[in-house]
């Protein structure tokens, strides 16, 4: 079965800091690894994907993430916070049959300080 | 290019009831998914329908329904309302199955009272 794992329901940071958010993942099939960002009182939006080929995986405003097969990781970063980013995040898996159904995080959520 | 769109937006219903979700996809997505979400348990998979026939379905009991029509759009149907069935329903819609990820609405908050 998979299933996912995030550090931390809270993270916060200072505008201008790096962000990190922490996902870790359990699979016993190649994994397909997402991250997606939640604004309030709306749906999630897909910030990057892995499913095959770069470990190092650039999305939307300026995130990225790096998956590593031997510590089951798909850490989440950006170098430099913005006030807009302070949202939900969550990382899901799929891939484990072929319906391609999420598996999602307790998620993170990311608090931006002035 | 409009986006999955669900209606409605906001729900209250009355223990006991039943309620219907509609969720219109991405034009030219024939994979539709839905998803709870709850402060308690999170993101939860109901199920997935693609090509009228539902592919997948999630741990919930057998008052949670669905079903897709000709044109992709889906509906979910709950019937008799528990206070627990209080959530945030989320929508997706894909191309592909969600090879590669799915778009999401911006859901149906339902409440039951």
């Known amino acids: 079965a998979q299933s996912v794992t995030q550090l931390g329901s809270h993270v916060s940071v200072s505008e201008g800091a790096l962000v990190l958010l922490r996902c870790n993942y359990s699979?016993?099939?190649?994994?397909?690894l997402f991250w997606y960002v939640q604004y309030p009182n709306q749906g999630l939006q897909l910030l990057l994907k892995?499913?095959?080929?770069?470990?190092l995986v650039k999305g939307i405003n300026g995130f990225e993430a790096e998956f590593k097969k031997s510590e089951t990781s798909f850490h989440l970063t950006k170098p430099s916070a913005h006030m807009s980013d302070a949202a939900e995040y969550f990382c899901?898996?799929?891939?484990?049959?072929?319906?391609?159904?999420?598996?999602f995080g307790s998620g993170t959520r990311l608090l931006v300080r002035p | 290019k409009a986006g999955v769109t669900q209606t409605p937006r906001y729900l209250i219903k009355t223990r006991g009831q039943q309620v219907t979700l509609s969720c219109s996809p991405i034009?030219?997505?024939?994979?539709v998914s839905w998803y709870q979400q709850t402060p308690g348990q999170g993101l939860q998979f109901l199920f997935e329908?693609?090509?009228?026939?539902?592919?997948n379905k999630g741990n919930f009991p057998g008052r949670f329904s669905g079903r897709q029509f000709s044109n992709s759009r889906s509906e979910m149907n709950v019937s008799t309302l528990e206070l627990g069935d209080s959530a945030l329903y989320l929508c997706?819609?894909?191309?592909?199955?969600?090879?590669?990820?799915?778009?999401f609405g911006s859901g149906t908050r339902l409440t039951v009272v």
């Open positions: 997706a819609s894909s191309p592909d199955r969600g090879r590669y990820g799915y778009t």
């Open positions: 699979s016993s099939v190649p994994p397909y």
């Open positions: 892995y499913t095959t080929g770069a470990t």
């Open positions: 899901a898996v799929s891939g484990a049959d072929s319906s391609y159904k999420l598996i």
């Open positions: 034009s030219g997505h024939r994979s």
């Open positions: 329908y693609f090509s009228e026939t539902q592919r």
